[in-house]
């Protein structure tokens, strides 16, 4: 999950004896987080006294919702062409420089506003000055509010180009965890973003690769 400089062979190893576990709650909110849900913004240590684990079985079938709901961004050309379902999944193509990450400001401000939720934002696979990027554009926007940190609406969760393929693999499983607390314990509405499914699939066909498996035949 992080650099392996310095390890050797025959070094201690110690079993926690649980799963990946990573902080969640309005403490993670305007902070960024790796895969290890270590805040890496320099903004000091995060309050961990809740945490839950990344790895859980999903939700039974018939605990979910068939109720069809429309999600209402407030953008008109989105809920009048291409209106989002509540509890959906919706991918944002476009070019660099097409208004992608303006169009989620927009989606993170307006669901925090008009539905009082918050947002998740996992990069995947980020190079380190897209990532610096999106988190000052967040900071321009108001989405993080450095003056009161706890009046954010978002938290970040970063698993960059330049780490391990386990770390980009898993970052998302992070950010997923992150937002099913405000969904599951604050029942709140909330957004997960995650940029971009490509280097996630990069990823698992990098770990395949090194466990020496053919992904086309094992899958990624």
Known sequence: MSATDGLTRGMEVIDKGAPLSVPVGGATLGRIFNVLGEPVDNLGPVDTRTTSPIHRS??????????????????????????????GKIGIFGGAGMGKIVLIMELINNIAKAHGGVSVFGGVGERTREGNDIYIEMKEYGVINEKNITESKVALVYGQMNEPPRARMRVGLTALTMAEYFRDVNQQDVLLFIDNIFRFIQAGSEVSALLGRIPSTVGY
């Open 58 to 87: 999903a939700p039974a079938f018939i605990q979910l919702d068939t109720k069809l709901s429309i999600f209402e961004t407030g953008i008109k050309v989105v809920d009048l062409l291409d209106p989002y379902r509540c509890g």
